[in-house]
């Protein structure tokens, strides 16, 4: 089972992130109802997938109340609602990260805005970093499971933590049938998918060599600066949880030239057509909203 996950420590600011939640929520439904049955958050590089909805209804983020602003290259700031393939899905092009110097409340406020809207499938996509010896620049991992070495696993508001007591819980944060659902829909698009546990570090630098050997040595695959927090809140809140990592470069220690930020968004340009194949075939084939979990 997960590990417990604590609520926030002020009743006062669990009662204002509510309220925030609502408030965001507010301002998009002005605009549209569309009640999304899946969630996508885009990582660095890969906001380009969002184009596949042209008929949607956009916002900047930082248009919207309370949102995080996007501070890093590849990360847009945008907010897409529409139908994808006839499935009403919400795209985040923009998510924000705790080396922004953002409170985990902040670096999740999409997902929970995303789960207010009515999403209950999410699929969090990032640029990672190959651990792996067998991994290259753009290929796709789809992960099993994850290391946090970000820290604090305190996410869940009093009212939150009482839901998830009521509901069913699953035994892993990566929904194993989602994740099967998604590498048949990579087979079917000839996108070859390698699976992996992902392991989340804080940032903003890459990690060191010696810290990839680390890394490996407990068991990571992939290395990335997000997703861990999203996903373990997005499945306390009873939704379905997927990641789909794009390798943009072998780790710190693996080769022998220097990263950098441009790689790693030019290889994710690449990794986000294969990113867009793969959805966009889960999507033709797949019942979202028949499959939503009734945890919560």
């Known amino acids: 089972m997960p590990d417990p996950v ?30 999304p049955a899946l969630g996508v958050t885009l990582g660095s590089g890969l906001g380009g997938v969002i184009d596949a909805l042209p008929d949607a ?4 983020t930082a248009d919207l109340p309370h949102w995080p602003r996007s501070t890093v290259v590849g990360h847009a700031g945008r907010l897409a609602l529409g139908a994808w393939e006839g499935v009403p899905v919400v795209l985040l092009s923009g998510r924000s990260h705790r080396y922004e110097g953002y409170a985990l409340a902040q670096v999740t406020f999409a997902v929970r805005v995303m789960h207010a809207l009515g999403a209950r499938t999410m699929i969090f996509t990032n640029a990672v970093g190959g651990v792996h010896p067998g991994l290259r620049p753009a290929d796709l991992v789809l ?31 990566y929904d194993p ?26 940032g903003p630098s890459y990690e060191t060599a010696a810290e990839v050997r680390m890394a490996a040595a407990f068991g990571a ?5 997000s997703t861990v ?29 220097p990263l950098s930020h441009t790689e790693v ?7 986000a057509v294969k ?22």
């Open 6 to 35: 604590a609520p926030l420590d002020s009743m006062t600011a669990a009662r204002t992130l509510d309220t925030q939640v609502r408030e965001a929520v507010a301002a998009i439904r002005a605009r549209t109802s569309l009640a």
């Open 57 to 60: 209804t956009t916002f900047a």
């Open 143 to 173: 992960a099993t499971d994850h290391l946090n070495f970000i820290g604090k696993r305190g996410l869940l508001t009093a009212g939150e933590v009482e839901m998830r007591e009521r509901g069913r819980r699953s035994a892993t944060y």
């Open 177 to 202: 049938g989602l994740r099967a659902q998604l590498a048949d829909a990579a087979a079917r698009a000839q996108v070859p998918v390698r699976f992996g546990t992902l392991m989340g570090g804080h």
């Open 221 to 225: 695959d992939v290395v990335c600066m």
């Open 229 to 257: 927090h999203e996903v373990t809140l997005a499945s306390e809140l009873g939704c379905r949880a997927a990641s789909i990592s794009c390798v943009t470069n072998q780790a710190t220690g693996l080769s022998p030239a």
């Open 265 to 271: 968004t030019e290889v994710a340009d690449v990794g």
């Open 275 to 296: 990113v867009r194949a793969i959805l966009a075939e889960y999507l033709r084939h797949t019942s979202v909203a028949s499959s939503r979990s009734t945890s919560l």
